[in-house]
Structures are given as structure tokens and as C-alpha cells.
């Protein structure tokens, strides 16, 4: 993050409980103006309580919130007027159109960006004259951003805005996120799937258990792990070819850990180019078909489970 970059959020010593059950225990972070800010958890980590605090939707137990310099507690009508928040899919209006929605919506609103403008950016212009409820569930969280987006926004708040999406429908809201960062908007996202976390992010905030596990960069994230990575070679030849090169692979230099199932070979490796060129040296001499090779980067699920010991719990 550059230093030199505003501040627009400001979240210190977050805390909130429901009965016995500690939900957010004492995060903390900031964000600056422009950054897609992804806070990323397992179901149940406490993500959504942490957004609806910041939204004003939930009083904290304890901790503060700044947002463009306001507090909810002095300023909430004019944080409500700068921030824009995406409504869940029950909100919207079943029986009006997809235009007819965005103007009921900007109608609450003392500024408003064009709604023909927020049809394009959300990709439902050919769309506009359709009832709600004829829209896919891929479309209704599209128009729900764009809802999000009537007041032309400073800051805009998701909340899992792809769950229970297909794939196609996914990336389409990954496209408008990245509209959004286009647009110079900041946008604070919340998820459970470290694919869009590690594509969408300028920096991830990694929470379990209510407690920030990490917080950084994706790519800074995933090289504080060990440089080690795993190499997938398949024989043709079967297992026979496979425990050869076994062999081979655990008297080369760099390999950490080999493992082999049949005729697939799994080797861990610090260098793994300088294993690769050791290994094709081998099957090159010995005239053995490697049908397939893959070298396997680490990711943020990687990062998570090395953080907290726990396998990824989607």
C-alpha cells in the first residue's frame, strides 16, 4: 500500500459477541482510497459482522470506526449519502423492472450517478424492461451492485456478492469490481472463495475465528511461505517408470519431499527448474515418456493453512 495514498476507512480494536459466541475479537485495519480490500474467512469467521459494523448496520461492543473522516455516531447521515452498500436479493423490488428499481433506489439519494451509466457498468442495459423476477440469479446480484452504485459512491460495501453463483456469473461480477477500481471507487469485498480473493485484491485481510490471521498483499501473502514447489510429472510407462525416476528425484539436490502414487510422482523442490532440467536429463537418456508435467504455485489457501494449521474450510 503506499503511504502517500488517503485514508478512507479506519477500523480499530473491532469487537462483538452474541451471547457467549465471540464474533470479531479486536480487528483492526485500514484502508486506502481506491483499493479493492477483499476480508476473507471460512463461514462463520466473522466477516459479514465486521462489514455490517463498518456499515452501521451493527453497534460494536467495543472499538471504533472511521469512514472519510466521519463517525457513525456524529455524522451518519452523511457517511449513508457517500458509502453505497449491496442489498441482499430479498430487497429488491420483484415486480418492478431493472430500471425502474435503480430509479426507486437513487430516489433515496441527494447525488446519483446516471442510472444508464450503472446499466452499462453492470451489463443489464439489453435487460432494463425485465421484472426482477424473470432475472437470473447471476443478473439479481449484478442489479444489486448497481444498486449499490445509485448514490455514486465513495466507498462501496459486498458482501459475498458471488455465492451460489456459476463460474460464468462469477467472473462476470469480478468484472464490474474492476470497473469499480477503474472508476477510482474503493471497494471492500467479503468472501470465501480464495480464487476471487487472490484475483480481485489489491490487499487481503485473512480472518478466523473472529482475529485478523493475516493481512497483506496476495502476492506478498503467498511468498512469505517457503519458495518451495511441488512438481506433478505422469509416466506412459506406468509405476515401473514412475519408481525410477523416484530415484532419481530424492538424489537431487533441492528436493525436499518425494511421494508416488502408481505412475504419478509428486516432488517438492526449492529450485524446481534445476530438478525439472535433472529429471528431464533422466528421461531424456533413458528414452521415457513423461505424459504430464506441471509445476503447482502456492495460494492464498495455502497461506491460510500454513497461518492456522487448519485445512481450508470453504
Same mark, same amino acid.
Given at each position: 500500500?503506499?503511504?502517500?495514498?488517503?485514508?478512507?476507512?479506519?477500523v480499530?480494536?473491532?469487537?462483538?459477541?452474541?451471547?457467549?459466541?465471540?464474533?470479531?475479537?479486536?480487528?483492526?485495519?485500514?484502508?486506502?482510497?481506491?483499493?479493492?480490500?477483499?476480508i476473507i474467512?471460512?463461514?462463520?469467521?466473522?466477516?459479514t459482522?465486521?462489514?455490517?459494523?463498518?456499515?452501521?448496520m451493527?453497534?460494536?461492543?467495543?472499538?471504533?470506526?472511521?469512514?472519510?473522516?466521519?463517525?457513525?455516531?456524529?455524522?451518519?447521515?452523511?457517511?449513508?449519502?457517500?458509502i453505497?452498500v449491496?442489498?441482499?436479493?430479498?430487497?429488491?423490488?420483484?415486480?418492478?423492472?431493472?430500471?425502474?428499481?435503480?430509479?426507486v433506489?437513487?430516489s433515496?439519494?441527494?447525488?446519483?450517478?446516471?442510472?444508464?451509466?450503472?446499466?452499462?457498468?453492470?451489463?443489464?442495459?439489453?435487460?432494463?424492461?425485465k421484472?426482477?423476477?424473470?432475472?437470473?440469479?447471476?443478473?439479481?446480484?449484478?442489479?444489486?451492485?448497481?444498486?449499490?452504485?445509485?448514490?455514486?459512491?465513495e466507498?462501496?460495501?459486498?458482501?459475498?456478492?458471488?455465492t451460489?453463483?456459476d463460474?460464468q456469473?462469477?467472473?462476470?461480477?469480478?468484472?464490474?469490481?474492476?470497473?469499480?477500481?477503474?472508476?477510482?471507487?474503493?471497494?471492500?469485498?467479503?468472501? #470465501?472463495?480464495?480464487?476471487?480473493?487472490?484475483?480481485?485484491?489489491?490487499?487481503?485481510?485473512?480472518?478466523?475465528?473472529?482475529k485478523?490471521?493475516a493481512?497483506?498483499?496476495?502476492?506478498?501473502?503467498?511468498?512469505?511461505?517457503?519458495?518451495?514447489?511441488?512438481? #506433478?510429472?505422469?509416466f506412459t510407462?506406468?509405476?515401473?517408470?514412475a519408481?525410477?525416476?523416484?530415484?532419481i528425484?530424492?538424489?537431487?539436490?533441492?528436493?525436499?519431499?518425494?511421494?508416488?502414487?502408481?505412475?504419478?510422482l509428486?516432488?517438492?523442490?526449492?529450485?524446481?527448474?534445476?530438478?525439472?532440467?535433472?529429471?528431464?536429463?533422466?528421461?531424456?537418456?533413458q528414452?521415457v515418456?513423461?505424459?504430464?508435467?506441471?509445476?503447482?504455485?502456492?495460494?492464498?489457501?495455502?497461506?491460510?493453512?500454513?497461518?492456522?494449521?487448519?485445512?481450508?474450510r470453504?
Amino acid at each position: 500500500m503506499n503511504s502517500g495514498q488517503a485514508m478512507v476507512l479506519q477500523v480499530d480494536r473491532l469487537r462483538k459477541s452474541f451471547g457467549s459466541v465471540v464474533a470479531v475479537d479486536g480487528i483492526s485495519f485500514d484502508v486506502a482510497q481506491g483499493e479493492v480490500f477483499t476480508i476473507i474467512g471460512p463461514n462463520g469467521a466473522g466477516k459479514t459482522t465486521t462489514l455490517e459494523m463498518i456499515e452501521g448496520m451493527q453497534k460494536p461492543d467495543d472499538g471504533t470506526i472511521t469512514i472519510l473522516g466521519d463517525s457513525w455516531s456524529s455524522r451518519a447521515r452523511s457517511i449513508k449519502m457517500r458509502i453505497g452498500v449491496q442489498p441482499q436479493s430479498s430487497a429488491l423490488f420483484d415486480l418492478l423492472t431493472v430500471e425502474e428499481n435503480l430509479d426507486v433506489f437513487a430516489s433515496f439519494y441527494e447525488r446519483q450517478r446516471p442510472v444508464e451509466e450503472i446499466m452499462r457498468l453492470i451489463n443489464l442495459t439489453d435487460h432494463r424492461d425485465k421484472r426482477v423476477k424473470t432475472l437470473s440469479g447471476g443478473q439479481k446480484q449484478r442489479l444489486a451492485i448497481g444498486l449499490a452504485m445509485v448514490n455514486d459512491p465513495e466507498i462501496i460495501f459486498l458482501d459475498e456478492p458471488t455465492t451460489g453463483l456459476d463460474p460464468q456469473a462469477r467472473r462476470n461480477i469480478w468484472d464490474i469490481v474492476l470497473k469499480l477500481k477503474e472508476l477510482g471507487k474503493t471497494t471492500i469485498l467479503t468472501t #470465501h472463495y480464495m480464487e476471487e480473493a487472490e484475483k480481485l485484491s489489491d490487499r487481503v485481510c485473512i480472518v478466523d475465528q473472529g482475529k485478523i490471521i493475516a493481512i497483506d498483499t496476495p502476492k506478498a501473502l503467498i511468498g512469505r511461505l517457503t519458495k518451495e514447489r511441488e512438481i #506433478h510429472l505422469t509416466f506412459t510407462g506406468g509405476a515401473a517408470q514412475a519408481a525410477e525416476a523416484e530415484g532419481i528425484a530424492r538424489t537431487t539436490e533441492a528436493v525436499t519431499s518425494v511421494s508416488r502414487d502408481g505412475e504419478h510422482l509428486i516432488v517438492c523442490s526449492t529450485r524446481p527448474e534445476q530438478t525439472l532440467y535433472r529429471l528431464f536429463g533422466y528421461t531424456t537418456e533413458q528414452e521415457v515418456q513423461v505424459e504430464q508435467v506441471s509445476i503447482r504455485e502456492m495460494s492464498l489457501e495455502d497461506v491460510f493453512i500454513a497461518f492456522t494449521g487448519k485445512e481450508w474450510r470453504d
